[in-house]
């Protein structure tokens, strides 16, 4: 049997397999962020195909952390319910499930929140409209709200949560020097940028228990003059660990790049999967705890090597999950060919128009 069908085990979470759905914006909640019918059966679906642990897409812990239209929501206890309708679905199909929480800082939808977005630091060229600057009672506030989303994800049946820091979001907008401009203590060195993460893991361990899996993801670098370097990541990733973070999910790039997008497309060769593996390398030498690489993987063989070389503990898919939700169960009946996504990106047009992400080419006559 092939490594990637072991099981494995993130703070007491037992998971079925290796297999990583990476947090994926559906574009299938409700206009105020509840949970819907279709974005249950979706979850559902993900389970049922083999994934080991489905990580939400992301959910905003307050309503001026929007990112997007239909996007999942976590900041009121209101939506509870909901979750949990979702949570048990996942349940019921044999998976797990992990809540993404975020805040989308200078990327939130001002026509969404009606308000200006908050950002680290406040500076000429960051935005065309107004921004606010976070104070320290700010600060705390958000922390607060992590913490509390962490509680609702706990009391909806979530396996666990995993807290946002990648591609530009506000977390990872501290993280980076591109972005964080402060002069007090939470800027100037990678210590002080990561102080926010260590108070909201601190936050959320009071509110959920030493015993609730508490996962990151986190930029290896930015991929932009002046953004979080590889250095300063794994000195982020290094007082994480030493916090008692649970897992991290080695990721990269900012929602503004071009060239190095997180979402990159024409994925169509073993050389151009796995994209980050070479920081991978670095985290696998100086951070001690399981690592989830996403980025591009779409063949069995290149997740294999991973897994059974060492380099990660875990591998994380995306796009391809949007074009075959039962891609795990393909592999593991033997059908190893490569995954069907062509990496077009077409799948995220239906989701800005209100019908949710599904694969278009597969549509058009088959992604194969």
């Not at 905003?60 to 949570?87: F, K």
């Not at 975020?102 to 308000?115: R, S």
């Not at 991290?248 to 503004?256: A, P």
């Not at 991978?280 to 980025?295: D, K, N």
């Amino acid at each position: 049997m092939s490594i990637l069908f072991a099981s494995g085990e993130i703070n007491g979470m037992r998971l079925r397999n290796r297999f990583v759905r990476s947090a994926t914006w559906e574009g299938m909640a409700s206009a105020d962020g509840a949970v819907t019918p279709k974005l249950i059966e979706t979850m559902a679906l993900l389970a049922k195909g083999g994934v080991g642990l489905v990580i939400s897409s992301h959910a905003y812990v307050r309503p001026d952390g929007q990112a997007s239209p239909w996007q999942i929501g976590v900041y009121e206890d209101g939506l509870i319910d909901g979750l949990r309708q979702m949570t048990a679905a996942v349940h019921q199909a044999g998976g797990r499930i992990v809540l993404q929480v975020a805040h989308a800082g200078t990327f939130a939808a001002e026509e969404l929140t009606k308000t200006p977005p908050l950002v680290v630091s406040d500076y000429d060229g960051l935005a065309k409209t107004p921004r606010r600057e976070l104070t320290a009672d700010d600060i705390v506030e958000l922390v607060a709200a992590f913490a509390a989303a962490a509680g609702r994800a706990k009391a909806a049946g979530f396996d666990g949560v995993q807290i946002h820091s990648a591609h530009g979001y506000l977390l990872s907008q501290f993280l980076s020097p591109a972005f964080n401009r402060r002069t007090d203590d939470y800027g100037g060195d990678i210590r002080n940028r990561c102080r926010i993460h260590l108070e909201i893991l601190q936050a959320v361990r009071k509110v959920t228990g030493a015993d609730y899996p508490v996962l990151i993801k986190l930029n290896c670098r930015d991929f932009t003059e002046g953004g979080l370097t590889l250095e300063d990541s794994l000195g982020a990733a290094g007082l994480l660990a030493e916090a008692g973070i649970d897992a991290i999910e080695v990721s990269g790039g900012l929602l503004t790049s071009r060239k190095l997008s997180p979402v990159r497309p024409h994925i169509d060769s073993e050389e151009k999967e796995a994209y980050f593996r070479e920081e991978l390398a670095q985290f696998r030498t100086r951070i001690h705890v399981p690592l989830i690489l996403v980025g591009g993987i779409r063949s069995f063989t290149v997740a294999e090597r991973l897994v059974a070389g060492g380099s990660t503990d875990y591998v994380s898919l995306s796009r391809p999950f949007i074009c075959e939700p039962d891609l795990i169960a393909r592999w593991q009946g033997g059908d190893r060919r490569p995954a069907a996504c062509k990496s077009d990106n077409l799948c995220f047009t239906p989701g800005l128009e209100g019908g949710g992400i599904r694969c278009v080419t597969y549509e058009r006559g088959g992604p194969a």
